[in-house]
């Protein structure tokens, strides 16, 4: 298979693993996190001076000794790229987005969206939020925000959202078409803050364990979390399976108080050091939730930051078992300095460490491009696959660790767990993978599906529920009326993904997060080999 191909499929695996109903949920998204403090001083907004004062700040807070004069006259991405991969400079806009999603909350009215036929259709009215309690519904399709006729206009994802979304206290004015309404209905909504948890789904896969998904590490994930286990306890949770795959990391702050409770008092949970900075040491103060029973942390390529400080300190204190895939290796701890301007500089000043003194980073010194190649390389070489089952040349060469309990824990980059579980790759292939990224499947789910199954059914038959041959017939003509060529054999081949691919979708839209995780993880082979490891 060309590299090309194999890079297709991983995107396409990327996108059928996280959250396939869940492409939607923009504000959700975060790209590069950890960093640890926010300064009150603002730097200047002039592009030269702003240039001057990088360099600057370098000097005084970077992790590692660095030649200033080399990186004079460079344009600012540039010059940081010289460093490190995760030193980055944040535009206005990008850095209010970048602080608004980790804080747990956003400003607007509450909605999350699908953009379908240049309509803007409503998937899901957060509760109590501004668009719940003004009557918007799930199914509607917005017309006009304010003045400007959004459906039918071809406009760019990033206009349309962006005449949503505002400044608390501000108004904003929606023309909508409601199911059984034909005539469209206007709503004036004052815009808010909007409450998002970082749990997207807690609840008990069989008597005793419970599963939990973490999807960021927020300003009120260790809250979220203790109201979503004091309610697993009343239903009989003995055991967890803590799920933090595809979860790019946030706080140090958050990943720290959640790992307190699960570990005894004055248990370290992991350090920070640079140049600039001094050892700082993490402890547990004890009294957690979770001290006592078994516990699975599940991690994959796509783990970061946040999540490998709490799956290291799991692994190395013997707390728990890790089960997936090696987790991305983001350990560089980054300091925001912001500009008069309202743009930033998010500026690594520090590694962490997990408690046997594991540096989670993985290398970079073959260059920024490499290293955003390193996951599609990891593919490609069977690492993910376990198609090659030779470590990599890092990998051997990096240090062993013994735990307390005799356990051998590995450096060299992200945290290799104590149970690996091959990336299924079963059924995908280039029929399916054009059908993922021209998004004709969840097309056809809100096109064709959504109105004819009702959350009732879809909540009682979850366990066994599936797509109907009818449903798959109106799929292929769905299919042929938008001009895919139809690969027969590869398609017999995709069916079964693509069955789940619509179920779970389906699960998403009507169940919401919790429907989506229910129903994918009654296939999912790392919720599985995680249950057996349990007993």
């Known amino acids: 298979m060309k590299k090309s191909t194999r890079f297709n499929i991983l995107i396409a695996l990327t996108y059928s693993v996280t959250l396939i109903g869940g492409m939607y949920l923009g ?56 460093l490190d991969p ?48 003004a009557g918007v519904k799930q199914g509607d399709k917005i017309l006009r925000i304010d003045s400007a006729y959004v459906s039918g206009r071809s406009l760019p994802r990033s206009e349309m959202v962006g005449k949503i979304k505002g400044k608390k206290g501000t108004s904003v004015q929606l023309q909508l078409i409601q199911a059984n309404n034909k005539l469209p209905i206007i709503y004036h909504i004052k815009r808010g ?5 970082s749990i997207d789904a807690a609840y008990m896969l069989n008597t005793e364990t419970a599963y939990v998904r973490i999807s960021k590490f927020g300003a009120n994930t260790d809250e979220d979390f203790v109201n979503a286990i004091r309610n697993l306890k009343t239903k009989g949770m003995k055991k967890l399976i803590l799920d933090l795959r595809d979860n790019g990391g946030g706080y140090v702050t958050a990943a720290t108080s959640l790992a307190n409770q699960f570990l005894a008092e004055n248990k370290l949970i992991t350090y920070t050091e640079g140049k600039h900075e001094p050892r700082t040491d993490y402890f547990a103060s004890g009294g957690g939730e979770f001290e006592q029973g078994k516990l699975a942390v599940l991690i994959n390529e796509n783990s970061a930051s946040a999540s490998e400080i709490f799956a290291g300190a799991i692994q190395d204190l013997d707390r728990g078992i890790i089960v997936g895939r090696r987790s991305f290796g983001k350990g560089l701890v980054q300091e925001q300095f912001p500009f008069e301007d309202g743009s930033a500089l998010n500026l690594t000043i520090a590694r962490y460490y997990t408690p046997l003194g594991r540096s989670i980073q993985k290398p970079y010194k073959k260059g920024y491009a490499a290293y955003q190649r390193e996951l599609e390389d990891r593919f490609v070489d069977g690492e993910l696959t376990a198609k090659n089952t030779k470590p990599k040349d890092s990998l051997v060469k990096a240090p062993t660790f013994v735990t307390q309990g005799g356990k051998k824990v590995f450096g060299g980059g992200g945290i290799q767990p104590d149970v690996f579980v091959k990336l299924d790759t079963a059924g995908f292939n280039k029929f399916y ?27 009682q038959n979850l366990n066994t529920f599936t797509i109907s041959e009818t449903d798959y017939k109106d799929l292929l003509k769905y299919l042929q009326a938008k001009n895919i060529v139809i690969d027969t054999k590869q398609l017999a081949i ?3 993904l693509i069955y789940n691919d619509l179920k779970v979708m389906l699960c998403k839209y009507h169940l919401g997060d919790i429907g989506y995780y229910k129903a994918n993880n009654l296939t999912d082979n790392v919720v599985k080999q995680a249950l057996t490891s349990l007993q």
Do not use: C, M, W
Not at 52 to 81: F, G, M, R, T, W
Not at 193 to 197: A, D, F, L, T
């Open 27 to 82: 504000y959700r998204f975060l790209k590069d996190q950890g960093f640890k403090l926010e300064r009150a001083l603002r730097y200047s907004d002039n592009s030269t001076q702003k240039v001057e004062d990088i360099i600057h700040i370098i000097n005084k807070n970077y992790v590692d000794e660095v030649n200033a004069d080399s990186l004079q006259h460079l344009p600012i991405d540039s010059l940081l790229h010289q």
């Open 86 to 133: 995760h030193s980055i400079y944040l535009p206005a806009t990008k850095a209010y987005e970048f602080a608004e999603t980790l804080q747990g909350n956003f400003e607007g009215i509450g909605v999350e969206y699908y953009i379908i036929n240049d309509t803007l259709l409503v998937t899901n009215v957060l509760k109590d939020g501004p668009a719940f309690l």
């Open 494 to 496: 995709a069916k079964p």
């Open 193 to 197: 803050k909007v409450e998002v948890s």
């Open 433 to 459: 993978t054009n059908l993922v990224t021209k998004k004709i499947l969840i097309d056809f789910v809100f096109e064709n599906l959504v109105d004819r199954y009702n959350p009732t059914f879809i909540a």
